[in-house]
């Protein structure tokens, strides 16, 4: 069967949007297995995961039963996408398959979809339409794929969490120092390790559990504290805004784009060489920002030495930024 202008539009802008959003520096986007899928791309960081998806425009009722049953099946993927032509019999279709596959084995991958809307009057030969279509595309992939998939599901209120301790800058320097320990073992051991009393740090370290930042849950650790998916993208949003706000280097728009979805916004957030010599103008509390909050963090957790971000862990090596992937 042809393939419309339209179904090939879509798939076409929904990859690139992805390989766009790689450009932020927080994974790297590699398109993969397009024979079984309409679209398809791996992210790596540390890790590898695989989002496949395929387009709806013109299938029967029959091609959705087939594209959620490719789709569900798919083991190997983190996330699936289903870009559907929106219509009042598709989203019918659509709650009658849900439904079946929440009675079968199938049930624990229906975790895995995504279903993103595209106006079922869209026509692929108008550009204003295609700039439309684009545009939510866009936002869909960011708010929803990015942050709950390849960002551990960061949300703007974990960041406030992480960022609102009252011993200011300790999240920072104590959830880095355990990503480059690997774990956290003895409490004590910690404590001069990092410099930080003991009855501190394990209030701290409960905090971090609180907001998914660390986990006791991976069997390879037995039971010992280490840093979660989310953790890690909150580290290399931090090793990222530590450079933007310090001046040392100046970050993407679709980085500042993705601080903008957490509620961080730094355009009215003077750098750090602003504040060394004011430190108690640094914003802070329960009325500050996000960006605010995240600011003040940053400075103190800096004050207390310097931050060895890793390399290998968390951030490109600095040839790559700004290249093409």
């Known amino acids: ?157 974990d960041v406030r969490n992480f960022s609102s301790s009252g011993r200011v800058g300790y999240p920072v320097w104590i959830l880095n120092q355990i990503s480059r320990d690997g774990y956290l073992g003895n409490y004590t051991h910690a404590s001069r390790r990092y410099g930080i009393g003991i009855s501190p740090l394990k209030e701290e370290l409960l905090r971090l559990q609180f907001t998914g930042m660390l986990s006791r849950e991976e069997p390879k650790y037995n039971g010992l504290l280490q840093v979660t998916d989310k953790g890690r993208a909150m580290l290399d949003i931090c090793s990222q805004l530590h450079d933007h706000l310090s001046g040392e280097e100046a970050s993407d728009d679709e980085f500042l784009h993705i601080c903008n979805l957490l509620d961080m916004d730094f355009g009215r957030v003077n750098r750090f060489s602003n504040y060394a010599e004011r430190e108690g103008e640094i914003p802070f509390g329960h009325l500050a920002t996000n960006a605010e909050l995240m600011f003040a963090c940053l400075y103190y957790s800096s004050q207390r030495g310097a931050i060895e971000w890793s390399s290998e862990l968390f951030r490109r090596p600095a040839s790559e930024r700004g290249k093409g992937l």
């Open 1 to 157: 069967m042809p393939v419309s202008a339209e179904h090939t539009f879509i798939s076409e802008t929904t990859l690139a949007v992805m390989e766009e959003s790689a450009k932020a520096h927080l994974f790297g986007c590699r398109e993969s297995d397009r024979k079984r899928f309409d679209f398809a791309c791996t992210l790596t960081r540390d890790w590898s995961r695989a989002v496949s998806g395929q387009t709806l425009w013109k299938h029967d009722r029959d091609g959705i039963d087939k594209d959620f049953r490719t789709l569900l099946t798919d083991d190997e993927a983190a996330a699936v996408i289903y870009v559907a032509r929106d219509s009042v019999t598709t989203r019918s279709r659509m709650g009658e398959v849900i439904r079946d596959y929440k009675n079968s084995p199938m049930r624990p991958n229906l975790a895995k979809l995504r279903i993103f809307w595209v106006p079922g009057d869209f026509d692929a030969d108008d550009e204003q339409q295609r700039e439309v279509v684009r545009g939510g595309i866009r936002r869909d992939v960011y708010q929803d794929l990015l942050l709950r998939v390849a960002l551990g599901g960061l949300t703007a209120q």
